[in-house]
Every structure is written in C-alpha cells, then in structure tokens.
C-alpha cells in the first residue's frame, strides 16, 4: 500500500486498486507548495473525520471536479457540506461502528474526539494572530460555520494486505478498545504541544508497527505554526524502538 500526504491532514491511499482519501483540504498559506485541487481527483472515495474547515472546506469543489466520487462523513459535516453546494445524493452518513466497503478496502469507523488547544499552543500563535488580525478574524468566522458538534470518528481501514488506523485529531476514548498492532497509525498532530504525552500510552497500548504524523504544518497561519517534532520522535525511538517513525513530505509516496 502507498500513503501520500498532502498537507494538513490531507491523506491519501493506494493499494493499486483503490484509491481513498481522507480529509481534503487546500491549504490557505500558499508559502507552501501544495497540490491544486485537480491533484485529487480520481480517488474512489473521501471520508471526513470531522467538519472542521481544514477538513472538509475543499470538498464542495473536489465533487464538482470529480462527479463520480462519494464523501463519507457524520451527520454534522454532511450538512455542512449541503449547506455549501455539495450534492446529497453523493454524501453517505456514517456513524461509529459502521463497515464500508469501497472496491478491494474495508473502512471501519470508530468513535474519538477532537484535542482540547492547550493554553500553551494558542499563547505561542496569539502575537501573530494580534499582529494579522482580519485574517485570523476570517479564520475563526470560518471555523464557527463549520462546526464538528462532537462528532469526531477514526477510520480504520484494511486494505492491500495492510490495516491503517487513521486519526484527523487525537483524543481517544479510553473505554473502547481500539484496534491493536495495525501496521500504520496516522496520528495528526496539531493544536497542542502535549501530543507526546497524550499519546503515550495509546501508543504503547496498542503497538503500530509504524506512526506517520501529519497536521503538523503551518496550513493556515496566523492561527496555525509548524510544530516541532523532536520530542515525540526522541520519545517513539526512546520507548518503542522497534516502531518505524514517519515524517512524511508533502506529495511523496511511502510504501507500507
């Protein structure tokens, strides 16, 4: 299987056969160098993880590109979607629990949450967003019409010979057993400085062969900066040797 990350949470996968994507977004900081939104057209499906505007803003013009792909989302983000010109009949709502199957992939869907922003991560980006105020004003408009109402899921997808947990924000909920020792844990890594600490026991509960961050870009500065890596790499390698880390670039393929 081939994972390709474009950028923000932006994830793609390819088992030769079939072609899914996750979370698509254009990103607003042109600075960096991203795929126009032509560049994701021909994928067999899209699922959403949740409806914030970094993961879902894109999809409305994707559909238009591409007539034939589906969106696979909760409830809250299809309506967003509707509400913004995205075509119904094209939106399959899901729920945790649910199995879907798109060509040679099956997609689990699981319940999780959205991380709290920690104090420390918005007093690191608040000089900024000061300075640029009427576009970290739009910003934050944006955000509040496209609301996720606590409907955040996980998509665990098996595919190629290969099973990915993948993960658009990261909470867990302790109380679900998640599934263990998948060969790809996609954890996105955004809004909070504390993400080595919070994820640690996840990790070592459930054993991924491998971990490939993304969200870890400055996608839309001033509210956002690119985050500093270092700690949960050194912690990975410290605690768990044998996981193989991942920082991907952007639009490069990785073989899992």
């Known amino acids: 299987m081939k994972i390709t990350w474009y950028g923000t949470a932006t994830i793609g996968l390819d088992d030769g056969k079939t072609k899914l994507l996750f979370d698509p977004f254009v990103r607003q900081n042109r600075r960096i160098s991203t795929t126009p939104l032509e560049g994701f057209a021909g994928f067999d499906a899209i699922f959403v993880t949740h409806g914030h505007f970094d993961h879902i803003y894109s999809i409305p013009d994707l559909m238009k590109i591409d007539e034939n792909v589906s969106v696979y989302c909760t409830e809250t983000p299809k309506n967003t979607l509707v509400g913004k010109g995205a075509p119904e009949n094209r939106i399959r709502v899901v729920s945790p629990g649910d199995e879907i199957r798109v060509g040679d ?25 000061t300075l640029f ?9 944006t955000n509040k019409k496209f609301p996720s109402n606590g409907e955040t899921v996980a998509y665990e997808i098996e595919c190629g010979g290969k099973r990915v947990f993948l993960t658009g924000s990261f909470r867990d909920t302790p109380a679900i057993e998640y599934p263990k020792n998948p060969d790809l844990f996609v954890l996105a890594y955004g809004g909070s400085v504390f993400v080595p600490e919070n994820t640690a026991d996840f990790i070592a509960k459930y054993k991924p062969k491998a971990i490939l961050v993304d969200h870890f870009d400055n996608a839309f500065p001033p509210a956002t900066r690119r985050m500093d890596l270092t700690r949960l790499q050194k912690r990975v390698r410290r605690d768990h040797p044998e996981i193989r880390f991942i920082i ?6 990785i073989e899992i």
Request: contains cysteine; hydrophobic residues 40%.
């Open 105 to 129: 992939c099956t997609v689990r869907v699981w319940k999780f949450r959205h991380l709290f922003i920690d104090p420390v991560y918005i007093l690191s980006v608040f000089p900024k967003c």
């Open 133 to 141: 105020f009427p576009k970290f004003f739009w910003q934050t408009y």
């Open 248 to 253: 991907p670039q952007i639009c490069k393929e």
